[in-house]
């Protein structure tokens, strides 16, 4: 079992920036998959981008390159997102995800077995 807590989250204008933070907590010794997840007002949860905790290998969705990047503190057991640039697009509640073993991509929703409870990013013009 695996508990994850974001924070970070806020309320900025557009062009500013945000960190992300998740911790996880539990059995974080095996090898885990960690991911980011935002899901804005009244549309579908969409996965942005994942990471391989413990070779480091990283994956984003097109619709987020070059803006925001995923990385991992294993010593905290915490993975973070850097956004960039934020857009008031990018309004949404954001959820880390994670599990157990080895990914490619980034996988959908039902995926992924453990979440945590979000953070809100809110992002004015």
């Known amino acids: 079992q695996v508990q994850l807590v974001e924070s970070g989250g806020g309320s900025v204008q557009a062009g500013g920036s945000l960190r992300l933070s998740c911790v996880a907590s539990?059995?974080?010794?095996?090898?885990?998959?960690m991911a980011w997840f935002r899901q804005p007002p009244g549309k579908e949860r969409e996965g942005i981008a994942g990471i391989q905790t413990d070779s480091g290998s990283t994956y984003y969705a097109d619709s987020v390159k070059g803006r925001f990047t995923i990385s991992r503190d294993n010593a905290k057991n915490t993975v973070y997102l850097q956004i960039d640039n934020l857009k008031p697009d990018d309004t949404a509640m954001y959820f880390c995800?994670?599990?157990?073993?080895?990914?490619?991509?980034?996988?959908?929703?039902?995926?992924?077995?453990?979440w945590g409870q979000g953070t809100q990013v809110t992002v004015s013009s």
């Open positions: 539990g059995s974080t010794a095996s090898r885990i998959y």
């Open positions: 995800a994670a599990d157990y073993g080895r990914w490619i991509g980034i996988p959908n929703v039902a995926g992924l077995r453990y």
